[in-house]
C-alpha cells in the first residue's frame, strides 16, 4: 500500500529550488512531447526559450515580453493574496473581462472627447468592474459559505457571453460596418495606454510593477499581511488572536478582482486595441501558474510573470517557424504548474510504502 506522510521538516533549500527543477522537468517532457509530434525537442526548446531573447529578430520580441507579462503578473499579484489566505479565487479570467469592458465602457462614452481625465477614469471603472464581479463569489461564500472555487469558475462562462453581447451590441463601433468589435482605442488618444508602444512599455507595465511593490510591503511590513499569512499557515490559530474571515474573504477577493480588472482595461486599451469576442486569451488561468511558479512571493511572481511571458512568445514563434499546434504549447505550459504541483507535494510529504505489514 502506498500512502503519504507529512514530512517533519521540509526541506528549505528544496522549496526554494523548486520552481527551476519544475522548468527543467517541463523542458525534458516538452522535448518527448515535441518529440513525439515530429518536430526536433532540441529546437523546439531553443525557439521558445532563446530566440525571443537572443534570437536574429529579439529586437523585436523582446518588447512583447513586457506587453504579455504586465497583465499576467498584476493577475498573479491579486491571486497570490488570497492562494495565501486559502481563498481561491479561479475566475480571476472573468473578473478580467468585466474589467475591460467597465474600462472602455467608460471610454467609449466620453467619445471623441480630448481629456486627461478620460483615462484615469477608465481605470477606476475597470478595477471597479472587476472588483464587483469578485465580491459575487465573496458575499456568497461569507453570506451562504458556498464554494468560492466554483461560483468564480462559472462566473468566467457569464463574463464571456457578457462579453460577446457587449463585441455585438452595446459597445459595437457604429462606423464598424456591421463587423463585431468596439472602436479601437489606438485611434482614440485620450483612452490610450501605451507609454512607448515601440519599447513595449504601456501603463499596465507601470502598475504592475506598481503591485509588486505594494504587496510585499503587505506582506511583510503590515498587521494585514501578518493575517493573511497566518490564516493560510494556521487558521484555527488566527481565529483565536481575533482575525476576521469575513474582512479577510472580502479584502483578498475583492483586491484580486480589481487587479484582474485593472489588467483587462490596460489590455483593452493598449495592446488588444478593443472589446472583442476573442479579447480574452486565457491570461486568467495562466496567471494561477504564474502565481504558483513565483511561490506566491510578490519578486517571485515578478520572474515568473516574465518567463511565462516568454513561453507565449516562443510559441508563437514555434507555431510559425516550426508549425506546432497551439494546443501542444498549452499543454506545455501546463506541464509546469503539473510538475511544479507535484515537486511540492514532495516536498512537504514522502512516499511510504507497506508490504504486507512490513513498511
Known amino acids: 500500500m502506498i500512502t503519504l506522510e507529512k514530512r517533519p521538516m521540509p526541506s528549505r533549500l528544496l522549496s526554494i529550488a523548486t520552481p527551476v527543477i519544475a522548468v527543467a522537468i517541463t523542458m525534458i517532457a516538452g522535448g518527448l512531447l515535441f518529440y513525439a509530434l515530429g518536430k526536433s525537442p532540441f529546437e523546439a526548446i531553443r525557439t521558445i526559450f532563446w530566440d525571443p531573447i537572443f534570437g536574429e529578430f529579439a529586437f523585436y520580441y523582446r518588447p512583447q515580453l513586457l506587453v504579455k507579462g504586465a497583465p499576467l503578473i498584476l493577475i498573479a499579484i491579486g491571486l497570490s493574496l488570497g492562494f495565501k489566505a486559502g481563498i481561491w479565487n479561479i475566475g480571476a479570467e472573468g473578473q478580467y473581462i468585466i474589467g475591460g469592458i467597465c474600462g472602455a465602457g467608460i471610454g467609449l462614452a466620453f467619445y471623441p472627447l480630448n481629456s486627461f481625465l478620460v483615462f484615469p477614469l477608465m481605470i477606476l471603472a475597470g478595477a471597479f468592474g472587476g472588483w464587483a464581479w469578485a465580491m ?125 480588472g485593472l489588467a483587462g482595461l ?50 508563437e514563434i514555434a507555431q510559425g517557424n516550426l508549425g506546432l499546434p497551439s494546443a501542444a504549447i498549452q499543454v506545455f505550459q501546463g506541464m509546469l504548474l503539473f510538475f511544479l504541483l507535484a515537486l511540492d507535494l514532495l516536498t512537504n510529504y514522502r512516499v511510504k510504502v507497506a508490504v504486507k505489514g512490513v513498511t
Open 136 to 260: 459575487i463569489p465573496a458575499l456568497l461564500k461569507v453570506k451562504f459559505n458556498t464554494n468560492e472555487i466554483l461560483v468564480s469558475l462559472m462566473l468566467v462562462y457569464v463574463a464571456e457571453q457578457v462579453l460577446a453581447s457587449m463585441s455585438l451590441g452595446l459597445l459595437k463601433n457604429p462606423e464598424g460596418h456591421g463587423f463585431p468589435g468596439s472602436r479601437n482605442f489606438n485611434d482614440y488618444p485620450s483612452g490610450n495606454s501605451w507609454i512607448n508602444e515601440a519599447a513595449g512599455l504601456h501603463w499596465g507595465m507601470a502598475f504592475a510593477f506598481i503591485a509588486v511593490i505594494f504587496a510585499y510591503v503587505l506582506l511583510n511590513r503590515h498587521i494585514l499581511g501578518f493575517n493573511i499569512r497566518l490564516t493560510g499557515e494556521a487558521s484555527r490559530a488566527a481565529r483565536f488572536s481575533g482575525v476576521n474571515p469575513t474582512r479577510l474573504i472580502l479584502f483578498c477577493l475583492g483586491s484580486s478582482g480589481a487587479l484582474a
Open 266 to 315: 490596460f489590455e483593452i486599451s493598449g495592446p488588444s486595441g478593443q472589446v472583442s469576442i476573442d479579447f480574452n486569451v486565457g491570461y486568467g488561468f495562466t496567471a494561477i501558474i504564474v502565481a504558483f511558479l513565483g511561490r506566491l512571493h510578490p519578486i517571485g511572481i515578478l520572474l515568473a510573470g516574465l518567463l511565462m511571458a516568454l513561453t507565449y512568445i516562443g510559441g
